[in-house]
């Protein structure tokens, strides 16, 4: 993003995850940059039994705080789009919630959804199709 803020990021890990990342110094060190996720980084160093299988996501519109505002250079008050989104082992312990707060002038966000078993040319079929994704509304 050429060096333009656009997102601040949250990252909320259960004491026993945040022990596999404090030798990491891309994630124990204040100011740090560096290319690994904290997702990507914890799901490598978790044993298969315990892998990543599922999120719950949330998103929102909120107006930037006067601290948001500073990090993401806009006006205390502006659109933000907020994702929170809750990770899941294979065993349904929670294993990260990541809050994220974008900025609406760098961000929006996308969906593409698709019908499984969409038969157009079989009304009957129609009736028992599922969407891909799942939202709670």
Do not use: W
């Amino acid at each position: 993003h050429d060096g333009v803020p656009f997102c601040i990021t949250v990252i909320h890990l259960p004491p026993a995850i945040g022990a596999l990342l404090r030798s990491n110094s891309e994630f124990s060190t204040a100011g740090a940059v560096g290319s690994a996720t904290v997702i990507g980084t914890v799901d490598a160093a978790l044993p298969e039994a315990e892998k990543i299988s599922s999120a719950q996501q949330s998103i929102t519109a909120v107006s930037a705080s006067a601290d948001a505002a500073e990090l993401l250079d806009c006006a205390a008050g502006d659109p933000l789009l907020k994702i929170d989104r809750l990770y899941f082992s294979v065993e349904q312990q929670a294993v990260e919630l990541a809050v994220n707060q974008f900025s609406a002038r760098y961000y929006s966000y996308r969906m593409e959804l698709t019908r499984r078993g969409f038969a157009p040319d079989n009304p009957e079929l129609r009736r028992y199709t599922e969407l891909d994704v799942k939202t709670n509304a």
